[in-house]
């Protein structure tokens, strides 16, 4: 099981480098666009990434 959590975490880290190593030009206007959305709308973000992410678990387990 833990090993299942250190696999899952060193992937994340994996996907979330992807995009600043490509195209950091691009990444940094996306962290712009994130930090002028108001709290409900990040809060909202939050919540349909959570839930793709146990849909797709979900459908891969």
């Known amino acids: 099981m833990w090993d299942d959590l ?3 975490l060193a992937l994340m880290l994996v996907l979330e480098g992807i ?3 490509v195209n ?3 990444f ?5 666009t994130v930090s002028d959305m108001d ?13 793709a ?3 797709l678990l ?3 387990r």
């Open 39 to 51: 709290d409900k709308a990040l809060r909202n973000a939050g919540l349909f990434t959570m839930v």
């Open 19 to 21: 995009l600043p190593f």
């Open 58 to 60: 979900y459908l891969v």
């Open 6 to 8: 250190w696999v899952a």
């Open 24 to 26: 950091p030009r691009g």
């Open 28 to 32: 940094r206007k996306m962290m712009q």
């Open 53 to 55: 992410g146990l849909l």
